[in-house]
Nanobody, 124 residues
Framework: QVQLVESGGGLVQAGGSLRLSCAAS????????MAWFRQAPVKEREVVAA????????HYADFVKGRFTISRDNAKSTVYLQMNSLKPEDTAVYHC?????????????????WGRGTQVTVSS
């Protein structure tokens, strides 16, 4: 079992930055691929970024490439999402998720554990 707790969300103006954190507890964090998903009202949940257990492989959704960076610190059992140049359309609840697999999944059904999420609101 893995417990995930997100933090770092908030209200920011367009063009601003936020850094999300996801702290994990429970089983060995370093054995899990991690991802950030987001869900806006009346929209489907979508992957934002994902990172392999070692951090060597990452995946980004096209709409965040060049603006967001996912990273992890296995010693701290934490995964991060640095979000720059934020846009109003980035407004959503952001969830982190853990997958006990070797790859970097981009589908939500590939992930076994989920945090409750943190709200990100970008004003225009």
């Amino acid at each position: 079992q893995v417990q995930l707790v997100e933090s770092g969300g908030g209200l920011v103006q367009a063009g601003g930055s936020l850094r999300l954190s996801c702290a994990a507890s429970g089983r060995t964090f370093s054995s899990y691929a991690m991802a950030w998903f987001r869900q806006a009202p009346v929209k489907e949940r979508e992957v934002v970024a994902a990172i392999s257990w070692s951090g060597a492989t990452t995946h980004y959704a096209d709409f965040v490439k060049g603006r967001f960076t996912i990273s992890r610190d296995n010693a701290k059992s934490t995964v991060y999402l640095q979000m720059n140049s934020l846009k109003p359309e980035d407004t959503a609840v952001y969830h982190c998720a853990a997958d006990h697999g070797l790859g970097v999944g981009v589908q939500d059904y590939e992930y076994d554990y989920w945090g409750r999420g943190t709200q990100v609101t970008v004003s225009s």
